[in-house]
């Protein structure tokens, strides 16, 4: 099955403690992004990801670090969660910026 | 630099009633495509549509359907006889042919039995 998979769903964590959310595809798409969703705000662009290796910052990406070694994956790394990143989480992936987006189900993260 | 507004934020309506979802956006490229998403009370992001900008046509699937119109800009999504199932937070986007997705703030759609 076609898919995004996000570990993981819930996390629960305290300021300052480094963790890392992993999303993985396995649809062979060459762009992966990560998105965070607020109440009022909608949908965020955190980072994005044209190919293996290439990285660039979204609208909010103050906080956060990616990487992109290979195709499949796409780690969202906090070295040092604060309690403003709160929030849903997303990645999603498509063969290139145009087409349909897959979305993982999303990462609840609370930040005390 | 592309935006989409979504002026309604929360939307009610009894069932079997229609219901249309605005979406109007902004964008210098004459390519783009459009999309719109669904977000149920369970969280995930359900894809509905994607248009590019070339094709104005407008298309019904079941009981949704989509208008498109370039020369207001406007993206709007109708959904006729709703249904409880049809409560969600509905998501409109857009991506420029080289560049990333943009989503509006949602619009909240509350369908009461």
């Known amino acids: 099955e076609a898919q995004v998979t996000q570990n993981p769903r819930y996390l629960i964590t305290v300021t300052g403690k480094k963790l890392t959310v992993t999303c993985s595809q396995n649809m062979n798409h060459e762009y992966m992004s990560w998105y965070r969703q607020d109440p009022g705000l909608g949908l965020r662009q955190i980072y994005y990801s044209m190919n293996v290796e290439v990285t660039d910052k979204g609208d909010v990406p103050e906080g956060y670090k990616v990487s992109r070694k290979e195709k499949r994956n796409f780690p969202l790394i906090l070295e040092s969660p604060s309690p403003n990143q709160t929030s849903l989480y997303f990645c999603a992936s498509s063969l290139f910026p145009g087409d349909g987006y897959t979305f993982g189900s999303g990462t609840r993260l609370t930040v005390v | 630099a592309q935006k989409v507004t979504q002026a309604q934020t929360e939307i009610s309506v009894v069932e079997k009633e229609d219901v249309t979802l605005d979406c109007v956006y902004e964008t210098r490229d004459t390519t783009y495509y459009l999309f719109w998403y669904k977000q149920p009370p369970s969280g995930e992001l359900v894809f509905l549509i994607r248009?590019?900008?070339?094709?104005?046509q407008n298309e019904i699937s079941g009981r949704y359907s989509w208008n498109f119109q370039k020369s207001t800009s406007s993206f709007n999504f109708t959904i006729t006889a709703s249904q409880v199932v049809d409560s969600a937070v509905y998501f409109c986007a857009l991506s420029e042919a080289r560049s990333t997705l943009t989503f509006g703030k949602g619009t909240m759609l509350l369908v009461s039995p």
């Open positions: 248009r590019n900008s070339f094709d104005e």
